[in-house]
């Protein structure tokens, strides 16, 4: 991997990532008084969903925090934490003040700061500044790639390339935080493409665990004619036709009905005008989700009078629930020493299979960030001073080594290696269709998984690895094609349609799978149900004692 002139650092937290979930956690280690380096795939502040727009915050006063609680839990569908949604409501409100004394300026109301939602650009410019004025390491265009570990399996640092400087580096650390998203499957959603599922591999590969990554397929709805800008509030203002004009309708009792546009797609093409909206709701939307109208102007289109085609885009694990599964309070994982925050970790607790996609997955980020980045530097605390000097390990292979690689004979520099584009195609013909990923059946994924197979067996060939690149990039469609296979492989052992995970061939919800699942493993895939023992939450919502309460089958 490029070792020459390799880049050789030490600190006592990584944080892996660039987005609000990265940013939080590289704060919160350093307010420790640890020595903190982040490293982020692209410019942290520029890369990622949340720096591409603006983005509401669930962060409701104190006297609507039951309101709220009860909300999340109820859209849970009984497999959210009421205890783990409390937590993340107060976290967030008390620490958006921070923001602001940051330099970050919210709207006033009758001189009050209203904290509802944040320009994504200025946002995370402020938190990048605040890192550095509290001393963090940011390296940027220095993808992560893998984790090291130690002798007694605790995380002891991660290597990667960096860009720029055409080199491998090294960063040896006490304790790690993933917070580097999760996977959009490079659908070019706008600032998902970073978003491959790099850490949900990484993790598994150091001896992690997944979880309820069968709510890992989250469509968004977007004109088709630029189909990148997944900002859906906007449509909540459209009436809906066919090619031949004749109206869809969409709507149940006023709102919506999410489950409208991705059926009548599979029947053909769908078109939205936005003449439901009155004055006052244009000014709003149009001030708030000014992204959502740029291809109209560069289009020069008038939404609110003519019919645009559009399309949905799926956004995966990003606004979907999936990913690392959480161990504690602290954001913990199976491994010691490694933590996961944000979109690389599960959000089952605040959202059970349905999506937390927008304010909520905000809140997320903000709150896990911070008890990730303290958990960490706790960790790297409790090992003292010769933490660094721990015998490690780098724990990679698919996409990163020859499977020949330390063997002999070894293979040529000129050996056939693998195609990455190709292996990434491969990916999106099973993970793109509605008529495959929206629509689960159990023939449909046994079909999707066998083609997968057949490309995990292709990643597992000899990686390209003359530039940084051909690294980065062999390392991606081995990620991609792993995320793939866990999330379907997930959706196929649970047996009902319950939120984002739609069965056509058990269409109920089963009130005896009140459980998550646990899924893992490379080469041979695995499940496991988490049975959830907690009391099934009524209103007023009675806060959990213990969280996770889960018993493992």
Same mark, same amino acid.
């Given at each position: ?380 605390? @409790?090992?003292? %001073?010769? &933490?660094?000097?721990? +015998? /490690? *390990? ?5 996409? #990163? ?72 990039? @062999?390392?991606? %469609?081995? &990620?991609?094609?792993? +995320? /793939? *296979? ?5 959706? #196929? ?61």
């Amino acid at each position: 991997m490029l070792t020459e002139n390799e880049l050789q650092l030490s600190a006592d937290v990584l944080v892996i990532g660039g987005g609000p979930a990265a940013a939080w956690a590289a704060w919160a280690a350093a307010s420790q008084g640890v020595k903190v380096i982040i490293v982020d795939k692209g410019f942290l502040g520029t890369s990622g969903a949340a720096a591409a727009s603006g983005n509401g915050i669930m962060a409701p006063s104190p006297e609507n925090w039951d309101k709220v609680l009860s909300e999340r839990y109820r859209i849970g569908k009984n497999l959210a934490n009421s205890r783990w949604i409390e937590r993340v409501i107060e976290k967030t409100w008390l620490s958006l003040p921070l923001v602001e004394s940051w330099g970050y300026r919210f709207p006033k109301e009758d001189g009050e700061s209203v904290r509802q939602s944040y320009y994504g650009p200025e946002y995370m410019r402020v938190l990048r500044k605040n890192l550095l004025r509290v001393g963090v390491q940011i390296f940027d265009q220095s993808p992560a790639l893998e984790l090291l570990l130690a002798d007694d399996g605790s995380v002891a640092g991660a290597r990667g390339v960096q860009r720029q400087h055409h080199r491998s580096y090294t960063v040896r650390a006490g304790a790690v935080v993933l917070a580097n998203g999760g996977c959009a499957f490079l659908s070019k959603a706008l600032g998902c493409n970073t978003n491959t599922g790099d850490g949900l591999l990484m993790a598994v590969e150091a001896g992690g665990e997944l979880s309820s990554m069968e709510a890992s397929n989250h469509y968004a709805i977007s004109t088709a004619f630029n189909a990148t800008v997944t900002r859906g509030v906007p449509f909540g203002w459209a009436s809906y036709s066919d090619e031949a004009g004749n109206d869809l309708g969409g709507y149940v009792n006023g709102r919506r009905d999410p489950s409208f546009l991705p059926n009548a797609l599979l029947k053909g093409s769908v078109y939205a005008r936005l003449d439901k909206a009155t004055p006052e709701v244009k000014a709003v939307i149009e001030k708030s989700h000014f992204i959502a109208f740029l291809p109209y102007k560069k289009a020069d289109i008038d939404p609110y009078t003519e019919r645009v085609p559009v399309t949905l885009i799926l956004e995966g694990t990003v606004r979907g629930t999936g990913g690392i599964r959480l161990t504690d309070d602290s954001c913990g994982t199976k491994v010691p020493g490694l933590y996961a925050a944000g979109d690389a970790a599960s959000r089952e607790f605040l959202a059970g299979l349905a999506s937390g996609g927008g304010g909520p997955n905000a809140a997320w980020a903000i709150s896990t960030g911070q008890w990730a980045g303290v958990g960490a530097a706790n960790f790297a605390k @409790s090992l003292g %001073a010769q &933490a660094n000097e721990r +015998v /490690a *390990r780098p724990t990679g292979q698919v996409g #990163l080594r020859s499977p020949m690689a330390g063997r002999s004979p070894s293979p040529s520099p000129s050996s056939e290696t693998f195609d990455s584009e190709a292996i990434v195609r491969g990916v999106q013909d099973q993970m793109f269709p509605l008529e495959k990923n929206y629509l689960r059946s159990e023939q449909g994924l046994l079909d999707s998984l066998a083609k997968l197979e057949t490309l995990w067996q292709q990643v597992q060939g000899n990686p390209k690895q003359h530039t940084v690149r051909d690294v980065e990039f @062999s390392r991606r %469609a081995a &990620a991609l094609t792993a +995320v /793939a *296979r866990w999330a379907y492989f997930s959706a #196929l052992h649970r047996t009902e349609t319950r939120s984002e995970h739609i069965r056509v061939d058990y269409l109920e919800t089963d009130p005896n799978q009140r459980y998550y699942q646990a899924t893992g493993g490379l080469d041979k895939l695995w499940v496991r149900r988490d049975w959830i023992k907690d009391a099934i939450a009524t209103p007023p919502v009675q806060t959990s004692q213990t969280t996770p309460s889960v018993s493992k089958l």
